[in-house]
């Protein structure tokens, strides 16, 4: 639960894939849109675009994206071994190329094979252009060799992408061959419908459910980075500009209910000078307010002295990665509103804090729940920053604990 918590709020409901690729001589992107609800995934929109600022019109700024690079600069041959040392392979299909100035990407399939290659600074300026755009890319893939990752799905021994023609052998790969102009085949891929023009763009953002493709490249470093530049701004411009909204709202309604009260104590004393009567009103009022003062101060000693038998009993054992903020037992439900009764969360303890092990947080909800006083625990906040997780839970007495 935690982890598909985490998920959302990184990624969102929304997964976009890309491929760039070559059609009579022009570069064109093909645009699927994934969208998951609840475990439903459904294919939202796709579409064919002629330059990259087009993008604009179809995507929200800051939205992350796998990409696809399958344009006449990706080199892919096949090659019969399957030899663990990559370099060796990449010579032996390459052998001219000044390795250091190429991405590649290596697929074994069984007796085979497949190299994919493409220059640096092409595939840097395809991901800058993007990011001067507001997008992010996460996921870079070279050539047709993602379809793999579908194979099992298809079941298909020939698939159609955009530029080639794929034959299955037992389940893998056996063969990529070129095609100008490609017939449009439709696919269902385990219920989900899908054109051969957009298999590629949509293995890409099926991968970030899948997450079965596996091949060797020297993208891991660059793919790494982009993406922990993407959760850094992601938590920047989400849960940062949320709390300056939330701390302007706090400081807009403490101002306005300061000035609604400092305007109704100008009044007072000015009448007061005045009106002996509503000076004595106003010690009425005082005395009102002093009742009340009196009744919260024994409710927050009385709960002082039941907060310390809790406390006691919930540190046992507090794994030492975890660290309590705030210990609130019978939280106000309401703020205290004059001629107002005083509500409380009766039999509810609230906790905040941070934890550095999210098992053993887990483990100590657990531990928790297990307690005879212990009617419900709750996670009703979970976030996660750097190595740290901040978390509020909602712990709930049985009603034969509730003193």
Same mark, same amino acid.
């Given at each position: 639960?935690?982890?598909?918590?985490?998920?959302?709020?990184?990624?969102?409901?929304?997964?976009?894939?890309?491929?760039?690729? @070559?059609?009579?001589?022009?570069?064109?992107?093909?645009?699927?849109?994934?969208?998951? =609800?609840?475990?439903?995934?459904?294919?939202?929109?796709?579409?064919? %675009?002629?330059?990259?600022? !087009?993008?604009?019109?179809?995507?929200?700024?800051?939205?992350?994206?796998? %990409?696809?690079?399958?344009?006449?600069? #990706?080199?892919?041959?096949?090659?019969?071994?399957?030899?663990?040392?990559?370099?060796?392979?990449?010579?032996?299909?390459?052998?001219?190329?000044?390795?250091?100035?190429?991405?590649?990407?290596?697929?074994?399939?069984? /007796?085979?094979?497949?190299? =994919?290659?493409?220059?640096?600074?092409? #595939?840097? !300026?395809?991901?800058?252009?993007?990011?001067?755009?507001?997008?992010?890319?996460?996921?870079?893939?070279?050539?047709?060799?993602?379809?793999?990752?579908?194979?099992?799905?298809?079941?298909?021994?020939?698939?159609?992408? &955009?530029?080639?023609?794929?034959?299955?052998?037992?389940?893998?790969?056996?063969?990529? !061959?070129?095609? @100008?102009?490609?017939?449009? #085949?439709?696919?269902?891929?385990?219920?989900?419908?899908?054109?051969?023009?957009?298999?590629? =763009?949509?293995?890409? !953002?099926?991968?970030?459910?899948? /997450?079965?493709?596996?091949?060797?490249?020297?993208?891991?470093?660059?793919?790494?980075?982009?993406?922990?530049?993407?959760?850094?701004?992601?938590?920047?411009?989400?849960?940062?500009?949320?709390?300056?909204?939330?701390?302007?709202?706090?400081? %807009?309604?403490?101002?306005?209910?300061?000035?609604?009260?400092? &305007?109704?104590?100008?009044?007072?004393?000015?009448?007061?000078?005045?009106?002996?009567?509503?000076?004595?009103?106003?010690?009425?009022?005082?005395?009102?307010?002093?009742?009340?003062?009196?009744?919260?101060?024994?409710?927050?000693?009385?709960?002082?002295?039941?907060?310390?038998?809790?406390?006691?009993?919930?540190?046992?054992?507090?794994?030492?990665?975890? %660290?309590?903020?705030?210990?609130?037992?019978?939280?106000?439900?309401?703020?205290?509103?004059?001629?107002?009764?005083? $509500?409380?969360?009766?039999?509810?303890?609230?906790?905040?804090?941070?934890? =550095?092990?999210?098992?053993?947080?887990?483990? +100590?909800?657990?531990?928790?729940?297990?307690?005879? +006083?212990?009617?419900?625990?709750?996670?009703?906040?979970?976030?996660?920053?750097?190595?740290?997780?901040?978390?509020?839970?909602?712990?709930?007495?049985?009603?034969?604990? $509730?003193?």
């Amino acid at each position: 639960m935690l982890a598909s918590l985490k998920s959302y709020l990184i990624y969102g409901s929304i997964h976009i894939g890309l491929e760039h690729y @070559t059609f009579n001589g022009n570069e064109q992107i093909n645009v699927s849109i994934l969208k998951k =609800s609840k475990k439903e995934i459904t294919l939202d929109k796709t579409v064919v %675009l002629d330059k990259v600022e !087009a993008l604009k019109n179809e995507l929200k700024k800051g939205q992350h994206i796998s %990409l696809n690079i399958n344009t006449n600069k #990706v080199l892919t041959k096949r090659i019969k071994t399957i030899d663990t040392n990559d370099l060796k392979l990449i010579h032996f299909a390459f052998p001219n190329i000044k390795i250091n100035d190429f991405y590649y990407e290596i697929l074994r399939q069984g /007796n085979n094979t497949f190299i =994919s290659i493409c220059r640096k600074d092409y #595939v840097d !300026a395809i991901i800058e252009t993007y990011k001067q755009l507001g997008f992010h890319i996460i996921n870079i893939r070279l050539g047709n060799l993602i379809v793999s990752s579908l194979t099992q799905y298809l079941g298909h021994s020939n698939i159609i992408t &955009s530029n080639s023609s794929i034959t299955i052998k037992d389940g893998e790969i056996n063969s990529i !061959a070129s095609l @100008t102009n490609p017939e449009e #085949v439709l696919y269902t891929i385990n219920g989900l419908k899908c054109s051969s023009k957009f298999i590629l =763009s949509q293995s890409c !953002a099926l991968q970030s459910f899948l /997450n079965n493709y596996k091949s060797n490249t020297n993208l891991s470093v660059l793919e790494k980075t982009l993406l922990q530049d993407f959760k850094n701004i992601k938590f920047y411009s989400v849960f940062l500009k949320s709390g300056l909204v939330f701390i302007l709202g706090l400081l %807009l309604i403490n101002f306005l209910f300061f000035n609604h009260y400092y &305007s109704k104590s100008e009044a007072l004393k000015l009448v007061g000078n005045e009106d002996k009567a509503r000076i004595e009103k106003i010690t009425t009022l005082k005395n009102e307010v002093d009742s009340i003062q009196n009744t919260v101060n024994n409710l927050l000693s009385t709960n002082s002295s039941k907060s310390s038998y809790f406390i006691n009993n919930l540190i046992k054992e507090l794994p030492k990665s975890i %660290l309590l903020s705030e210990f609130n037992y019978n939280p106000l439900l309401k703020k205290i509103q004059n001629d107002k009764p005083i $509500k409380i969360d009766k039999g509810v303890i609230k906790i905040i804090g941070t934890s =550095s092990n999210s098992k053993e947080l887990t483990n +100590w909800v657990n531990f928790l729940e297990k307690k005879d +006083w212990v009617e419900k625990v709750t996670i009703s906040y979970y976030r996660e920053v750097k190595k740290e997780a901040l978390f509020e839970l909602i712990i709930k007495q049985t009603n034969a604990t $509730k003193i």
